[in-house]
């Protein structure tokens, strides 16, 4: 046994060993692919820094830094991080530190040998800077604010980057600024003496555009195409002579460069640094804030594209940025320039299948190069071809981000888009801060047609849930148009306000408004300017007339301790109510007051048949006085005993199962999903029946963040009770559940008493007096008296069937746009 186990183990460690080979067979290509990015990249980065005249001379010792970089860089994204992935240089890193070193060079026009030494500090100490604001972002998990940027502004940046990488890498290409040699060919007439950089300029743009091809036809196309290019280049020269490419098209790199060079330049610009000399605050800052943005960026992208570490289920971006932070805090303690995760080398190998361990094969190349020195690279590879990589690069952006763009976006957004990039390319820090600006303007002239009024009436077709007789209902009807009700809906500030203050202006002066309602339910929020313009309003229409005035309802507790607040400060009394309910019923009594002090006289209160609402429950409008039982059933029940019991014995026999109870004001009839066990008729007072309007309850369709809802703290309004009708005297409660409870065999279905609950809370207001029918003793007389079960099943079929048809009819009843009505059209029993 103890051979098999040893055959066993053998077998098992020769079937690890083909798992490990098969796994990593390709890893090894990372020493060729690596390379063929990482080092063009590198070059093209050392170039663009050192643009300026001062800095050209020093593009070798760059260049090593490069190097040692990207090796730095390297080590360290083999423990940190949480991607498969190495550090590669980012084009937009070297225009801004060029633009510093162009900056550096005015001050140190009179001592230009010192400027070096200082960019060669203030680079990594940029550096450091960067990493602690990628470190600050992802540890406070604030990368989620870019979700704030509109998307006019991430695209722009994006697009304008690329404007401003491709404009370098067109002069890096040529040889001298793009712009001064179109004038130059152009103007002065000197095309032949700069055909040579035309040439080259030509040819750049021919390899990015082939290389774009090549790239989509094959991953390895973009390498193969370097290798071919370089290889034509190195025949050429050698059939030539070495006079074809001339010197010229390529990279000055006059003698070589040791390893340790970019070490003693780091530490001969420690001794002589000056900070106060080099500090540029609004660069420094424009540089950190520009690149942590473009790398969170990055970095949310980058998780698409690159595999994760062994182990790591899914990528955490806030820690990823953190771990970004962190290696370039290190790279600027070491020296080195700001570095990034790389994507393209990545996702080549993912293309030949490699597995996890490639990094460490790249990472030898890199150290044997920076021990060699690029400088064979150099002199072997013609400058069009470091900036072709790059102009392809800066293409991919343009046509990504802006050209593309134009199918995903509305005309006037991409109108912004175009500007916030040409502007990013003039200079970024004002080109963020145009595209911010510009597209604020638009969010507010397109927001503001979307908010404000959004619908309109007048008490002619809302009335509040007060239970009105039919005079009532007919003078509101003939004189309701004097009040206009204006819902209005969104966040007001400066530009929709506007128009909701002229909505009510044009009511008051075209349409002879007496009283203007804005209902502000759906409001969640008002700026300063929207606040102070509805309370010049109200002095606007004091002045007009004084009889004039703005009703203010619906409002939560910021708004309501806003306007007071203004109101107070103004010395003006602006009329706040809490609902949108009481508003009306508050305008609906003023509208008595008014009609009545100029003598027209409302008519007296007659008999008004019951007529109900979708709840099931019974309103009826009963002639004020007497409390009389046998009066009050006679009327209810006028048709049925008419035709079923003309001599009125139902009456009699009822009587002797009523109950008559009083009670005081605040005391509650019944509450919502207690069981209902008995008919109430109220005979004198009223009774608020509310139910609950929260947004979970489902009652109320409310269009508004939550965020801007707290109940603790005095936005009651939507979270409370609200009123669905007041009802008076006449009114009957429960008498549609007795139809569905046991012991009406047509109906019931068998259901007990604790199966039908309230819907509503009822509240007496005043005292009330009221009888009471339980459904046991009704039951009871039902048996014993077939002629009075006939009657009620009759009266209690009829209002089952009406309540049934008022569902389907529109509410005239206080609601606000959005909303379901709550309580059907009332309707009168004929």
Same mark, same amino acid.
């Given at each position: 046994m103890h051979s098999e186990a040893l055959l066993g183990g053998e077998k098992d460690a020769r079937g690890l060993r083909q798992k490990f080979w098969k796994d990593h067979k390709s890893d090894w290509l990372a020493?060729?692919?690596?390379?063929?990015?990482?080092?063009?990249?590198?070059a093209c980065y050392a170039a663009l820094v050192c643009q300026s005249p001062t800095m050209k001379p020093y593009f070798p010792i760059v260049l090593q830094q490069i190097m040692w970089t990207q090796l730095a860089g390297g080590v360290l994204s083999l423990f940190l991080g949480q991607f498969v992935t190495t550090t590669n240089m980012d084009p937009l890193v070297a225009i801004l530190f060029g633009q510093m070193a162009h900056r550096c060079e005015l001050l140190f026009r009179d001592e230009p040998q010192k400027l070096f030494p200082h960019m060669n500090v203030l680079m990594p100490l940029a550096t450091c800077l960067l990493g602690a604001a990628l470190y600050f972002v992802g540890r406070f998990r604030l990368a989620g604010m870019l979700r704030f940027f509109p998307y006019t502004v991430i695209a722009g940046f994006l697009a304008g980057s690329g404007m401003l990488i491709l404009l370098e890498s067109l002069n890096l290409s040529a040889g001298t600024d793009v712009w001064t040699l179109t004038v130059r060919t152009f103007v002065s007439g000197e095309g032949l003496e700069l055909s040579t950089a035309w040439a080259q300029l030509l040819l750049g743009c021919l390899y990015a555009a082939v290389a774009g091809v090549s790239r989509d036809l094959h991953t390895f196309g973009t390498p193969m195409l370097l290798v071919a290019c370089v290889g034509t280049s190195v025949a050429v020269k050698c059939c030539s002579s070495g006079t074809f490419p001339p010197p010229d098209w390529f990279l000055s790199y006059p003698g070589p460069v040791e390893w340790w060079a970019p070490f003693a330049a780091y530490k001969e610009g420690v001794e002589v640094f000056q900070p106060s000399k080099v500090f540029f605050p609004e660069l420094i800052v424009s540089f950190v804030t520009i690149m942590t943005v473009s790398w969170s960026i990055n970095?949310?992208?980058?998780?698409?594209?690159?595999?994760?570490?062994?182990?790591?289920?899914?990528?955490?971006?806030?820690?990823?940025?953190?771990?970004?932070?962190?290696?370039?805090?290190?790279?600027?303690?070491?020296?080195c320039h700001a570095s990034m995760q790389s994507f393209k080398i990545p996702m080549m190998m993912k293309e030949v299948k490699a597995g996890d361990l490639w990094p460490w094969f790249h990472l030898v190349m890199l150290f044997v190069i920076f021990l060699a020195s690029p400088r064979a690279i150099i002199q072997t590879v013609p400058r069009f071809l470091f900036a072709g990589t790059v102009i392809r690069l800066a293409s991919d952006l343009i046509i990504e981000w802006l050209i593309e763009a134009r199918h995903r976006v509305a005309v006037n957004e991409w109108r912004i888009l175009t500007a916030t990039a040409i502007a990013i390319a003039v200079n970024v820090s004002a080109g963020i801060l145009f595209g911010l600006f510009m597209t604020l303007v638009l969010f507010a002239i397109e927001y503001s047609g979307v908010t404000g009024v959004v619908k309109s009436g007048s008490l002619q077709t809302h009335h509040s849930n007060i239970e009105r007789s039919k005079e009532e209902l007919?003078?509101?009807?003939?004189? #309701?148009?004097? =009040?206009?009700? !204006?819902?209005?809906? *969104?966040?007001? &500030?400066?530009?929709?306000?506007?128009?909701?203050?002229?909505?009510?202006?044009?009511?008051?002066?075209?349409?002879d408004a007496c009283t203007v309602v804005l209902d502000l339910s759906l409001v969640p929020a008002m700026d300063a300017s929207g606040v102070y313009a509805l309370m010049d309003l109200i002095e606007e229409m004091k002045a007009f007339n004084q009889q004039c005035e703005l009703v203010l309802c619906g409002l939560v507790r910021r708004l309501d301790l806003a306007l007071r607040n203004a109101a107070e400060s103004k010395g003006i009394q602006a009329l706040l109510i809490h609902n949108l309910d009481k508003a009306l019923e508050y305008c609906e009594e003023r509208l008595f007051d008014r009609l009545t002090s100029s003598g027209v006289m409302l008519l007296s209160r007659t008999n008004s048949l019951p007529h109900i609402d979708s709840? #099931?429950?019974? =309103?009826?409008? !009963?002639?004020?006085? *007497?409390?009389? &039982?046998a009066g009050l059933w006679s009327q209810l029940l006028r048709r049925e005993i008419l035709e079923l019991d003309p001599d009125g014995l139902c009456v009699a026999v009822l009587q002797t199962a009523v109950e008559m109870r009083e009670l005081m004001s605040g005391q509650v009839?019944?509450?919502?999903?207690?069981?209902?066990?008995?008919?109430?008729?109220?005979?004198?007072?009223?009774?608020?029946?509310?139910?609950?309007?929260?947004?979970?309850?489902?009652?109320?369709?409310?269009?508004?963040?939550?965020?801007?809802?707290?109940?603790?703290?005095g936005d009651i309004y939507v979270f409370e009770e609200r009123r669905t009708r007041r009802a008076r005297r006449g009114a009957i409660f429960g008498a549609v559940e007795y139809v569905a409870s046991p012991g009406l065999t047509s109906i019931s279905g068998g259901r007990a008493d604790s199966d039908i609950a309230h819907l509503s809370t009822g509240t007496a207001v005043g005292n009330v007096q009221l009888f009471a029918l339980s459904f046991e003793r009704l039951r009871s007389i039902e048996k014993r008296e077939q002629r009075v079960a006939l009657v009620l099943r009759t009266w209690l079929s009829n209002l089952a069937v009406d309540a049934l048809l008022a569902k389907r009819l529109p509410s005239t009843q206080a609601s606000g746009p959005g909303e379901q009505p709550f309580d059907g059209m009332r309707r009168e029993m004929s």
């Open positions: 020493m060729i692919l690596g390379p063929a990015v990482s080092v063009p990249f590198a970095t949310l992208a980058i998780k698409k594209l690159v595999p994760l570490r062994r182990g790591i289920r899914q990528c955490d971006e806030q820690a990823e940025i953190q771990s970004l932070g962190v290696t370039n805090l290190l790279l600027g303690g070491l020296g007919a003078i509101l009807r003939q004189h #309701g148009k004097t =009040v206009k009700i !204006l819902w209005l809906s *969104g966040y007001l &500030f400066f530009g929709s306000v506007c128009g909701a203050v002229d909505e009510a202006r044009k009511c008051m002066e075209e349409e709840c #099931g429950t019974i =309103v009826g409008m !009963l002639q004020e006085g *007497g409390r009389d &039982f009839l019944f509450r919502r999903g207690e069981p209902v066990h008995e008919i109430i008729i109220l005979v004198g007072g009223s009774v608020e029946v509310t139910q609950p309007s929260d947004i979970e309850s489902g009652t109320r369709n409310l269009h508004m963040p939550r965020h801007h809802l707290n109940e603790e703290k």
